[in-house]
């Protein structure tokens, strides 16, 4: 495992416990992207309902603490110098393997557009049109194909992106400011992501689903708090994470009406992530290998895996 991690998308401090904490949040990623594949993967089954949004949700949740931590240990000397190269960092990595995509899809969105009961909006001229907005990051606003749709969560997070150096100058420099303007923007985000489900619609939109990168946001600013956990709770917290997921998985097989219970007892996978990042405790032996090495490629096969699953361009 020490040899893989050298390789990870997260950079790793000086102290071992947050270098294994870094490993950590690959693994924790890796699972989340399991979360959404299964999802996907068996969507036509209509007996994964939920497990997916747990998922990005998680997955969120990792990328709000990132956030803080680059805008927090950037060593750049004014605010808008912070803010161009954390804007500019998360576009180099981010964009070019969008556009690949999008544009990759092309030649098989107009082949594959007569394929027997696709699901709507399949034909061609719907994906050109889902084109210019998949380009902006607004998918998450609009109806588009399937195979695009799925970056609906991509769009929310580099919406976000674009908001953090704000939202971390708006913090000013003192702990009260701080409280005030961050606290202050996680209620409001956690009010709107708990009325989406009475609400009916909209859950796409970055206002109602983002709260879980403003939490990580959170989290990781005011680490020292968890940090005083005792061990002891930290392992039972650990172990508890095992029984949520798999009453997750469980209760979702009884059909839709399980969603809400799903999403809602998956929010709970946010703590153990956040144990095992703070505290350095990685999945062990083979299993941390395998969702560290997923972890580290989530980006690009969240992007591709779509074609393959929920968008029927290949027999399911």
Sequence with gaps: MNVSASRSTTPLPESEQDRLGSIALDQWRGLALVLVLLSHGFFFTDRVNGIGRVGVNLFFFISGILVFRSLSHTRAKTDLERSKSFWWRRLRRLYPAMITYTLAMLPFAWLLQHRPNLPPSSDFISYLKAVPVAFVYGVNYFETPMSIGHMWSLACEMQFYMLAPIIYLLGGKTDRRRHLVFGFLLVVLLGLGLAQPFIGKWKYHF??????????????????????????????????SVAVCAASLLIMLFGMEMKPLVVATGALLLAPCLMAYLFGRPMPKMIGLVMKWMGERTYSIYLWQQPFTICDFLPN
């Design 207 to 240: 206002e109602f689903a983002v709260w879980p990168m403003m939490l990580g946001f959170c989290c990781e600013y005011k680490r020292h708090w968890f940090q005083r956990i005792p061990k002891l709770f930290v392992t039972l917290i650990l172990w508890f």
